[in-house]
Structures are given as structure tokens and as C-alpha cells.
């Protein structure tokens, strides 16, 4: 890999693919283009560092000093190439403000960050590694709402495997063959699943227990069901017909992270970096893999043809400012990586891939409502906050034909008390001291101190429950991002602008998760202290009213759906394999082309579609008459790049 710190590539000839974004989709891309022999260059806009020690030091530390400890915390901000962070959206009566990067003018709130980083949004995500339902694909054919797949999960299957073992997924494959995930009944996960938590051990209790869900009308068992990381655990020496599973590093590559041992911060920092991260994969590039960062990608460039000849591209030294200098850089092929939200900004922006005039348009996340509750304090501790952010759930109302009366929903059984849904356990030292208020259910108002602090703190987190009930939402094509003249980040390239809002079959799901989960807590004699009402005239963020009831939601991080994958030129942005239908040779990959997101985290299903892709961007080269040489000396000949400065 050839990586250059301020984007100033030295070397001068063209190559064969750009990818912009090293991100999770991006990075492997270019990984497995990059052992095809391609020359690969990756454009990348924010900065690196972390992949050495010392910079994982840097983003630790700066996640230890930050106040708010949110998804990007760790990484410094970034004027040159701006992220969206929650902390941007506010309450504002019973609506909101948005005072970031995003502007955002919907009804409500898109709750959703992501990353401009070397390793993008996988630098702070969870981990969670699960594959999409079958039925998840056809979802307008079986249930009547959203936008049905070109493809099926049988087409992705072996897909899913190979980012299984990319990604050295720890999971029980059992498990999720009972819950109607097809695999070979041989087949098991590179490492074996993440323990339970103690927590899950409480929640397994109400196994074969059964809950009513009013809205769908139906009777449903419960069962804890583990959930597939992306984390080290120990391998599986079953794994490939008894071969064992070794981290993807070859041999004499660095072999990144101990095993998890739950520090319960993998949202946004995993210390022992046991989570996968896309650096892993990074380690990996060929020589002829140019990785750049600090390169802000501003245009696609269009041919006369409808062939994409490359991209301009702007370099910044200090992140602080956005002073910068252009660049063009050409290739056959360009791969837009850059998250679901930029590559439809950056589309927008160069006016590509829009004949259906669906760009931008689907914009899609899992909505995702919280409630809390205290356990009974007779039946003692339940011991939150070790573990990743949830090692189980409960799976029953993510399938079956109660999807037509309302959006289906995973349960995630968190790990970490009530830290998303009440900003524990800060908020209980300030509720202890008698600073801040109660409004989050903390049942301490006189301020106690010295050993009765301790007691109430350690009795109180100690039985804090919080379940997360993550809504599939289906493609709504008046959800979307646009770009507006008027709105320009420092560099002045234009920024997304949102229209985001909740139908009414993703309201019904969330009424039918607000009454599983009172009828949860009540089987396990937990005192429920859910409070999504106003206060004093403001309503907590994500606040709506639905059928006299108040509710709010929050962001998952899975935006999704903004160039939409279809079998129509006429409705879809791209084919099948993320290729844009208006341009034979470009390329946009990422959750953006997701039709639906089902119930599962979608990136394990982004990674198996990007190395679908990166098959059929390695056939078309091939078609250009310009073959692979799978000696490996193209692999080992370096990068090249042409690079002119557009405005010298
Ligand atoms: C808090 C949080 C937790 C999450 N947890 C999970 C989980 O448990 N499971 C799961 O499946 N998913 C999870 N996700 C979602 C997951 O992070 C995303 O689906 C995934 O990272 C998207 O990958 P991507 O490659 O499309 O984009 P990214 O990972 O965001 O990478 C895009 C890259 O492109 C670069 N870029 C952007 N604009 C430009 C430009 N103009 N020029 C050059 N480069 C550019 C960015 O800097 C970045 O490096 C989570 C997300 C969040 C926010």
C-alpha cells in the first residue's frame, strides 16, 4: 500500500479504479481489486493516524477527555471535511434545531451520524453482524409495503460467508439457521459467539414465555437468541470443514486485537481493538492499492460518452481550516464509497445517476425507540455496563405476517444500563448529588454522598434495564437528501440536506414495541420508568404524537437507501451490482443501495453486496481489454496516478 500523508500522490500515471471513501465498503473494494492486480487509488477525506498505536492512544484519550462520550468523540473535528455528529440536533419545543453539518428541514428528525475518517463509520460502530431474513428481500411480494430486491438472499449466500470471514465474525450459526437464515448446516462462524451477558441471563428467564402484541393481534413466544459480532472472540477450529479461522492478516501483516474483554465502550472505541474495524482490512492492500487521505472528492467527472473519466478532488493540510488545493485524477472505473448520505450529496453535486430522479431519494434508518425500567431490587443486581452494547436479543417480532400490519422490530437486550436512554450513569451521579433532574425516572432527589452515595449509585446501575427496539423502515421516496446552493460547508462544497419523517406503519411498530416491552418488564417484576412525554413544554428529542400516545425515537446509524438498487433504469439508481445504470463504469456501493434493511444491522449485508461488486468491477475491467496479470507483478509494480491541478 502506498499512503501519503497530505494527499500529494507522487506518482503520475493513471490507474485502473478510484475509490472514494476509505470506509467499510471502500476499503474492500480496493482490497480485493488490489489482489487482482489492479492499480487501485482511494480518495479519502478525512485524516488518518489511528492505525498506528500511538494514534489509537490519541483517539482513546480524546475520548476519555470529551464530555459527551457520542459516536465521534474520539476523533478531532474536521473543518475540511465536516462530519454530522448527534450532538447537532436539539429539542426545541415539541420539534427540533439542527445546528451541524446537516441541514435538516423534515418533519422529524434524522438522528443519524456517521464518520469522515480514514476508516469512516466503522472507526465508532457497534459491531453487530447479522444477515438479512430471506423475506427481507420481497417484502412489497409478501407482506405489501417498501421496494422488493433484483436479487435474493440465495444470490447473496455465499457473499455473506466470504464477509463473514473478512470481517472474522464471532456467532452461532445454529441459531440463526432456527431463526430461517439459510447456511449449510455444516457451516459454522470464523469464531465462536460472544458470551452472554449476565443481563441476557436475567431476560432468558421469560423464555417460552409468551407476549401479545395488540397491533398485529398475535400471540409471541419469547426466546434470547445470541447476535453475531464483529469482534474477536476465541476462533472456532470447525471453521471451513475444520481448517480453523485465522484473522485475515497473511502472514507477516499486523494481526490487529486481543480478544473482547468487555469494556463496554465499543460505541465508539474498543480499547483492545477487538472490534473489527475497515484498518484491518487496510493492512491488507496490495502495493498497487494507493491509500490518500486528506483528498475531499468534489466531482465525478462525466464524458461525452456517459462514461465516468475520473474525479477532481481537493487536498488540505490542516484539518482546522479548509484552505485546500484541486487535483483531477483519471481511471476506468470510479467506485463512490463515501456512506450512503455522501455518495448521493456527491452525485447530486456532479450531476450523475439520476435518470430515474430517484438519487438521494429512500432515505432509510432503523428508527429505533428505547425504554428503560429498574429490576426488583429482591432480585438483585443484574450487572450492566460489562459486555458489548447487546449480546442477544429477543428475534420473534422481526418476522411472519404480522410485517403487514405493522413495521417488524428486533429487541436488543443492552448491555449498558441506562446509558443511551437516560445518558446513565453520569446522570445518576448528578441525580445522587443532587444536581440535574429526574426527568429520565432516577428515583434519588435529596443529594447523599461518602458510603450511601456509593450504595445508591452501585444498587440503582446495578439494576438498570434497557431494551432497544429497532424499527425496519421501508424506502419512502419523500425521505431524502438534496443539496441547496445555499448551504456549503467550509470548503464550499454543498452539504446534505434532509427530509426525513416516520410513516405510519413504522408508528404502528414502535405502539406495538412500547406495549411488548411494559408487558416484558412486568414478567420480570422490573418497575418500567419509560418517559417519552414533554416536560415543562419540551419534548425529548425524536418526539412524536401517535393515536393520543407520545412517543420518541432515536437514530440507529444505518442510513441506507439513497441510490437505490432495482431491475428498472427508470426507478432505481443502480443494478445489481451497485453499477449506476446511467454509467457503464460507475460504481456506487454502500447501504445506499439497499432496497430494504429488514431488521438486521445492514453492514454485514453492505460488505457481502461490495465483494459481489468488486467481482463484476474486476470482470468489466477485463472486458476493457485490459487484463490482470495474476503473476503478481502488477501487484507488486506501486501506484500511479495522473494528477493535474484543475486551478493551478
Ligand atoms: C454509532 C453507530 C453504530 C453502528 N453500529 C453498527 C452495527 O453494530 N452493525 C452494523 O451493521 N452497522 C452499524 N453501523 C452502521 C455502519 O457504521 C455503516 O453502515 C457503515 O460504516 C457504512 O459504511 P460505508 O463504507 O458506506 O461508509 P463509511 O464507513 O462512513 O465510510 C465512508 C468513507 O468515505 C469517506 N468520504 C466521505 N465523503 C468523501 C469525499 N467527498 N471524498 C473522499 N472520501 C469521502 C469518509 O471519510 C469515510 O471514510 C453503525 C453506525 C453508527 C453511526
Redesign the pocket.
Known amino acids: 500500500m502506498t499512503s501519503t500523508a497530505n494527499g500529494t500522490v507522487a506518482h503520475r500515471r493513471r490507474y485502473d479504479v478510484i475509490v472514494?471513501?476509505?470506509?467499510?465498503?471502500?476499503s474492500l473494494v480496493a482490497k480485493q481489486l488490489g489482489r487482482q492486480g489492479w492499480q487501485v487509488l482511494v480518495?479519502?477525506?478525512?485524516t488518518g493516524g489511528r492505525e498506528t498505536w500511538e494514534g489509537h492512544l490519541d483517539a482513546v484519550e480524546t475520548f476519555r477527555s470529551a464530555v459527551a462520550k457520542v459516536?465521534n468523540s474520539p476523533f478531532r473535528r474536521n473543518a475540511a471535511?465536516p462530519s454530522p455528529d448527534v450532538l447537532d440536533l436539539a429539542p426545541d419545543g415539541v420539534g427540533f434545531t439542527a445546528n451541524g453539518y446537516f441541514v435538516q428541514n423534515g418533519e422529524l428528525p434524522y438522528g443519524?451520524?456517521?464518520?469522515?475518517?480514514?476508516?469512516?463509520?466503522?472507526m465508532?460502530?457497534?459491531?453487530?453482524?447479522l444477515r438479512m431474513h430471506p423475506d427481507d428481500f420481497a417484502t412489497q411480494a409478501r407482506y405489501g409495503y417498501g421496494r422488493d430486491w433484483p436479487i435474493g438472499y440465495d444470490d447473496l449466500e455465499p457473499y455473506y460467508t466470504a464477509a463473514e470471514r473478512e470481517i472474522g465474525v464471532a456467532g452461532d450459526a445454529e441459531e440463526q439457521r432456527a431463526l430461517g437464515i439459510r447456511s449449510d448446516p455444516h457451516d459454522v462462524y470464523p469464531m465462536h459467539k460472544i458470551p452472554p451477558s449476565y443481563v441476557d441471563e436475567v431476560c432468558r428467564s421469560l423464555d417460552g414465555h409468551t407476549v401479545h402484541d395488540p397491533v398485529a393481534v398475535e400471540d409471541f413466544t419469547l426466546t434470547v437468541f445470541s447476535v453475531p459480532h464483529g469482534r474477536n472472540s476465541t476462533p472456532d477450529p470447525r471453521y471451513a470443514g475444520g481448517l480453523g479461522y485465522r484473522p485475515t492478516g497473511a502472514v507477516g501483516l499486523p494481526n490487529y486485537g486481543e480478544r473482547c474483554v468487555g469494556n463496554a465502550s465499543c460505541?465508539?472505541f474498543c480499547p483492545v481493538q477487538a472490534r473489527w474495524t475497515?484498518l484491518r482490512t487496510q493492512a491488507e492492500f496490495a502495493d498497487c492499492v494507493t491509500l490518500a487521505p486528506r483528498?475531499?472528492?468534489?466531482q465525478v467527472i462525466n464524458g461525452s460518452d456517459g462514461r465516468i473519466r475520473g474525479v477532481e478532488?481537493r487536498t488540505y493540510d490542516d484539518p482546522e481550516s479548509a484552505a485546500s488545493r484541486p487535483y483531477r485524477a483519471e481511471a476506468d472505473v470510479v467506485v463512490v464509497?463515501?456512506?450512503?448520505i455522501?455518495n448521493a450529496r456527491?452525485l447530486l453535486a456532479s450531476g450523475l445517476a439520476n435518470g430515474s430522479g430517484e438519487l438521494g431519494r429512500n432515505l432509510m434508518d432503523h428508527p429505533t425507540m428505547l425504554t428503560w425500567a429498574l429490576t426488583s431490587a429482591d432480585g438483585g443486581q443484574i450487572g450492566p455496563f460489562r459486555g458489548p452494547g447487546s449480546t442477544s436479543g429477543w428475534e420473534a417480532f422481526r418476522f411472519g405476517d404480522a410485517r403487514a400490519a405493522r413495521a417488524p422490530f428486533r429487541i436488543e437486550i443492552g448491555n449498558w444500563g441506562w446509558g443511551w436512554a437516560a445518558g446513565a450513569p453520569m446522570s445518576n451521579v448528578g441525580t445522587a448529588l443532587g444536581v440535574g433532574g429526574d426527568r429520565e425516572g432516577n428515583i434519588v432527589s435529596a443529594a447523599v454522598f461518602g458510603t450511601k452515595l456509593r450504595h445508591t449509585l452501585g444498587d440503582q446501575i446495578g439494576r438498570q434495564l434497557q431494551l432497544q427496539f429497532a424499527m425496519e423502515q421501508p424506502a419512502d421516496r419523500d425521505n431524502r437528501v438534496t443539496i441547496d446552493d445555499r448551504y456549503r460547508d467550509a470548503m464550499g462544497n454543498p452539504r446534505p440536506v434532509l427530509t426525513y419523517n416516520l410513516s405510519e406503519h413504522v408508528k404502528k411498530g414502535i405502539v406495538a414495541a412500547k406495549r411488548v416491552a411494559s408487558a416484558i418488564y412486568a414478567q420480570l417484576g422490573a418497575q418500567e420508568h419509560t418517559d417519552h412525554s414533554p416536560r415543562d413544554g419540551v419534548a425529548p428529542l425524536g418526539y412524536f404524537r401517535y393515536r393520543d400516545q407520545d412517543y420518541t425515537y432515536a437514530g440507529?446509524?444505518?442510513?441506507a437507501g439513497t441510490h437505490i438498487m432495482g431491475g428498472d433504469p427508470t426507478s432505481s439508481v443502480v443494478d445489481s451490482f451497485q453499477r449506476c445504470w446511467d454509467h457503464p463504469n460507475l460504481y456506487a456501493v454502500?447501504?445506499g443501495s439497499m432496497p430494504s434493511v429488514g431488521t438486521s444491522?445492514?453492514?454485514?449485508t453492505?460488505v457481502a453486496l461490495a465483494l459481489r461488486s468488486a467481482e463484476q468491477i474486476h470482470r468489466d475491467l477485463v472486458e476493457l481489454h485490459r487484463p490482470a496479470n495474476l503473476s503478481g507483478d502488477r501487484a507488486r509494480a506501486g501506484g500511479s496516478v495522473t494528477i493535474t491541478e484543475v486551478h493551478p
Open positions: 472514494v471513501g476509505a470506509g467499510m465498503a471502500g480518495l479519502e477525506a478525512g459516536p471535511a443519524t451520524d456517521y464518520l469522515r475518517a480514514v476508516g469512516g463509520s466503522g465508532h460502530w457497534m459491531g453487530l453482524c460505541v465508539p475497515p483528498c475531499v472528492v468534489t478532488y464509497a463515501a456512506h450512503s455522501e456527491l440507529a446509524g444505518h442510513g454502500g447501504c444491522n445492514p453492514s454485514l453492505m
